[in-house]
């Protein structure tokens, strides 16, 4: 009788694992919890809990832990023990499913402290990016768009494709005309919204502080960015934050560019905003600063992935 | 309380993001160890290690290359080469070095420091974990298991006494018997099964211990301590053993800390793997009490001065 009812605990904690996992999936809240790559990493740890919940609550014993009287676990003969199981393990798991609004508040957000440097994240997905021209929720710039230029980190090992070539087998930025022939093609690659605006993420922004090329594709365009309202000193200046994951939410942290509009705006904290404008950069120090100066600030819908990574 | 401000909603969404990446791992290493219990005789795993004590814990640091292994799971893969016969110092420097000494936390380090000399950066964590889990488990090579072990770990006495010998290993009467292929695939889920919830009972707490700190906790209290080199070391093995991320991932979270200097960052990647909140727990169900404590003390000590006493000089010689 023991046995049996921890082999009912011990089971239905397993499927009921699996299924909140498969659930999450399925319904795409997972999204906002963890980086892609780990996102079908989940869908098949939830399928296999399921399997091995069903195969648990079905079949009989034919392997015992114990040897010479002495036993591994004492939770397929404890139904406390099962009970303790399926207390710590799946009702936690449920009751967050259940309760948790997928995002953090304004008081994580700033505990975290800001991402202040491109160079502290990582370098940019050259197969994430060559998705995006297609698909505007997907931060923004294509690899083709770019050289190999990464003015601040010359060390690091380039990621991205050669740079364009000028059709005399030399590579673009040999000369002037070669330059501006580049900027032109890549500037077809950014991916535009309706109205010809170029359609970026805060993270290409603070990208484009560290990359050379970036900045040069950027200047003078009019921008549309997509993110949290955080106030600033004053109501003619704020924020715009998106939360950067690394592989989960839980190692998220907020990146931001600051914004300067042209008078006061009346946005909620934390509330979605769509910032229409132009980038300027400014230098500071060693570095350059992004400033995105506003020409429109509007409400909007938050994205379907509120995350970047 | 300015320190501590708690939300639901930030814990929640801490919480369940852990679980969600760390449930699986923990699943795999469950899986590899109830895979290990149906179809690997003893035999196999004791044919790995060198007969002399001194070289198997060398090579044991190095099973993680071929049995990559994360924290969360490595636990009852341990639990059951123990009982499968591994001696006590080879399963702890496994245990120890099998987070970090694997290829998938190489590949994981290279990336994440790119453009921060990722090829030096990669080495001295890789050979950094594995210099200290060696070191720890020759240092409990010649104590007796049963006063370190917990109760349900002990190996029973003949297979203690085999283990100590390194020699092949008597099989539990079910492994040895004659069972069908699909038997023991059922059975090797079970075992799987029972290893998973020992396992993430402790998992669950730890993860929620660490949604508190990640969450409620302010942040800012530890920046104060980077320009120290002594104290940034000591803060980021505090951070390491607080954030409980994962050994595969945890990379991309150091070098954000540009901050800190760089061997702070390495007792953050060293540290963190093998001691944090997670592991503590996670601990308890193979160790006793007091031998996790002075596991995690012994650690904070050899970690720290590893990053505190060598690598700047290291990093200065190699021109980082």
Redesign the interface.
Known sequence: MRTWAAKIFNGITLLGLGGVLIAFFINGRIDQYLHPQFRLWELAGGIGFCVAGAIYLVTKKSMDCCVDGQCIHSNPRSPVRGMLALGVITVPLVAGAVLSKDSYDQQAILNRGFVQDARALPLRNVAKDATAATNPNQPAIPSEALGGDKDESASAPSIEPPLPQDGSGNTASQDTAGQDSKDDSSAQYLPRAEDGNVVLEVSDLLYSQSEESLRKLFTGKTIEVIGQYLPGADKSQFRIVRMFIWCCAADARPISVPVKTQGPVQIADMSWVKVIGQPEFEPNGDHTKVVLKAAQVLPTDPPAEAMLY | MNWF?F????F??????????G??FV?VGS?ISGFI??FVPSRVITRFLPKNRFLATLVSGLLGLIFPVCECGVVPVV??LL?KGLPFSCGLTYMLASPIVNPLVAISTY??F??Q??ELNTAVRLVGGYLVAVVVGLSVSRLDPARLLGG?????R??RRAALSIAAMPD????SRD?SAM??V?????????????T??YF??GA?V??VF??AV???IM?PLASSPVLSVIAMMLIAGI?T??S??DA??A??F?TFPIPARMAFLIFGPMFDFKLLFLYSGLLKKRTVIALGVGLFIIVGVLCIAFLPAIYANLGS
């Open positions: 401000h939300s639901w909603q930030n929640w969404f801490s919480f369940l993001a852990l679980a969600f990446e449930l699986p699943l899986l219990a149906a639990r059951r009982d990336a994440a790119r453009g000399h990722p349900k770990a002990i190996p029973n003949s297979r539990a009467p079910d492994a069972v038997q023991r059922i059975g090797a889920i079970q075992l799987a099964s029972d290893d998973f919830i020992d993430a009972i669950m707490i929620a660490a949604s990640n969450t302010d942040q800012r920046l954030l991320l994962c595969t991932s991309f979270i070098a954000t540009t």
